[in-house]
Structure formats: structure tokens, C-alpha cells
């Protein structure tokens, strides 16, 4: 393409709603050819809405009580549990003795939830993305299950990026994997690096696009870099340690960039690790995430037929 390919590349929005949105209206607003989402999708928790009389709720959300009545009150509360990344379920207050004596019954709720929630956003993106000419790629992430992949792969205008390649404007083609180095919390997608690496590579070699071509979205960043810089946790106990900070990327994925130099590198799974790095002549980016704060980080990369990328930008909106 004469006037090259921007992609908009953003990454770990856990559930929030209003990123979510936002992401899928980026592709309009950055005037970008290709929207990739990075992974880890999924929200973490329920909120229960605690029912108390009529038109009368109780929610609990980080660690603060809010009554909500009436039905508008209620839409609104449910929105903005949501757009924090929770997944808001009414119920009575046995329904909640239920839930918490019964941990089973409440992980299936959760993934009821979730993949409603997921099904509701293939729509939403379904109707604003038609007919946009826009190209849009989503990677599920370590923290995702692997049931929503075939939820994803029921779009009418996304393409599921796990472990596929996928041509791209432009004579590009994207490499996807949401796999990474273990974490403390034993998620859906890990394993011990020596495999990483080997998941990788075999994805890789199915790519024809020569490597001035070829972008890589990886989830885990690289080890010892900017991007991977996070704040230093006890894994027995799951706790902070202090105001120390580690290097907690994945060696494999390094190896991989060294070795193969793709034009470009995309990456989140650390969101204290936003930035742009250059491994060799390849352009390693982690946008970050804010999601939180109901805050879409993300990066406008343009991709000019040259050997290395030189134009980019990271944003926040």
C-alpha cells in the first residue's frame, strides 16, 4: 500500500466495558487500517448486588458499600461495575450464602458471566465494525480462558489471533500468541519457557512474509527490559514486596525477537511496563494498561514498507 498501514495496538482491558468500547471506536478515530487487541479480555470477579427490598440494592466494590435504588440507579451502578472490569450479578442475600459456601457453584457462575459478557461484545463490535473497511485482530491472554476463543471465532468482523497467522494490508502478516512464562496465579495460559519458546517458534514457521514484514503479538513482554518491570511479589503468599520492582518478562520471548528480528513486537501482560524498546533493528512495544481507571492505553504504529519502524506514538484516552 502506497500510503503504508497504521495499526492501532492496545492490550488488557479485564472486562472493562468502557475500554472495550473505546478500543473498538479507535479504529475510526486514529484512522487506523488494523485494530489489535493484545489479550487478557476477561474480567477477574462478580460484584453480587445484594437485594434488600424493592427497587433496593447493596453492592460492595473495592472495598466500598453503595445503595442503589430504583431501577435507573441500578442500570447505572451495573454500568459502572462493569466498566471497571467486574461482572455485576443481582441476587438475594441466600443466593450469597449459596455462592460462598458453595465455591464450585460460584466459579460457574463466573464463567457464565464471563462469557455472556464476551458474546455481548462480539456483538457490539459486529455493528460498529461493518462495513468500516477496518481490520480487527483479537488475542486472548494467559488470564483468558480457553472457551472464549470460540465465542471470539463467531464475529462476522474479528479474527481470533491466537496461534494463527493472518495476512495484514500491506503484505504484512501478524504471528499471535497469548501463552506466557509462569505467573504466581497458575493461569489458563502458561508454561515453563523451554515451551514457550518452542509454542512460538512452531507458530512462526508457518509465516511466508519476509521478516521486514513480519509483526509479532506476543503477550508476554521481554525479559529485562522496560516492558517488563512490575512490582516485586512474594509468590507463596501473593504479596507485594515493598517498593521493590523485578524484571518479570519472559526470557523465551527475547530469545525469540533476537533470533528472528520481526519488523515489530507487540506486547502487554505488565501494565507498569509501558513503553517502546529496540531489540537489534525490531521495535518492542508494551502500551501499558489503565483500564482500572477506565482508560484505554494504546499505540498508533506506522508501517511504511521500510525495514525498520520509525513512527509511532503511544496513547491514552
Same mark, same amino acid.
Given at each position: 500500500m502506497s500510503k503504508g498501514t497504521r495499526v492501532f495496538f492496545a492490550t488488557d482491558v479485564h472486562g472493562s466495558e468502557v475500554c472495550w468500547r473505546k478500543f473498538v471506536n479507535s479504529g475510526k478515530h486514529y484512522e487506523a487500517d488494523v485494530l489489535i487487541l493484545g489479550g487478557d479480555m476477561t474480567g477477574k470477579a462478580i460484584v453480587p448486588f445484594a437485594v434488600e427490598g424493592p427497587d433496593s440494592w447493596v453492592y460492595h466494590m473495592q472495598d466500598v458499600r453503595h445503595e442503589v435504588r430504583g431501577q435507573d440507579e441500578l442500570t447505572k451502578a451495573k454500568r459502572l461495575v462493569r466498566d471497571h472490569g467486574y461482572y455485576p450479578v443481582v441476587m438475594s442475600h441466600e443466593e450469597m450464602q449459596h455462592y460462598?459456601?458453595?465455591?464450585? !457453584?460460584?466459579?460457574?457462575?463466573? $464463567?457464565? *458471566?464471563?462469557?455472556?459478557t464476551i458474546g455481548d461484545w462480539v456483538q457490539f463490535a459486529d455493528e460498529r465494525l461493518v462495513g468500516s473497511g477496518i481490520q480487527c485482530i483479537i488475542c486472548p491472554g494467559n488470564d483468558d480462558t480457553h472457551d472464549i476463543d470460540e465465542i471470539l471465532a463467531t464475529s462476522t468482523t474479528m479474527l481470533v489471533g491466537e496461534a494463527n497467522v493472518i495476512d495484514l494490508p500491506g503484505d504484512y502478516q501478524l504471528v499471535s500468541s497469548g501463552w506466557t512464562n509462569p505467573t504466581p496465579w497458575d493461569t489458563p495460559r502458561e508454561e515453563e519457557e523451554d515451551k514457550l519458546k518452542e509454542r512460538l517458534m512452531a507458530v512462526i514457521g508457518i509465516a511466508t512474509a519476509r521478516l521486514e514484514k513480519l509483526v509479532l503479538?506476543?503477550?508476554?513482554?521481554?525479559?529485562?527490559?522496560?516492558? !517488563?518491570?512490575?512490582?516485586?511479589? $512474594?509468590? *507463596?503468599?501473593?504479596?507485594i514486596q515493598g517498593q521493590d520492582t523485578a524484571h518479570v518478562g519472559s526470557t523465551a520471548v527475547r530469545e525469540v525477537i533476537e533470533e528472528v528480528q520481526p519488523l515489530l513486537s507487540l506486547h502487554g501482560h505488565i501494565h507498569e511496563g509501558r513503553g517502546a524498546v529496540r531489540l537489534g533493528r525490531t521495535l518492542v512495544v508494551n502500551?501499558?494498561?489503565s483500564y482500572v481507571e477506565g482508560t484505554l492505553d494504546g499505540c498508533v504504529i506506522e508501517l511504511d514498507g521500510k525495514d525498520k519502524v520509525k513512527k509511532y506514538r503511544l496513547t491514552s484516552g
Open positions: 460462598t459456601a458453595e465455591p464450585n !457453584d460460584l466459579d460457574a457462575l463466573f $464463567v457464565q *458471566e464471563m462469557r455472556k503479538g506476543l503477550h508476554a513482554p521481554p525479559y529485562d527490559t522496560q516492558l !517488563d518491570v512490575a512490582p516485586k511479589i $512474594v509468590w *507463596e503468599s501473593l504479596e502500551p501499558g494498561s
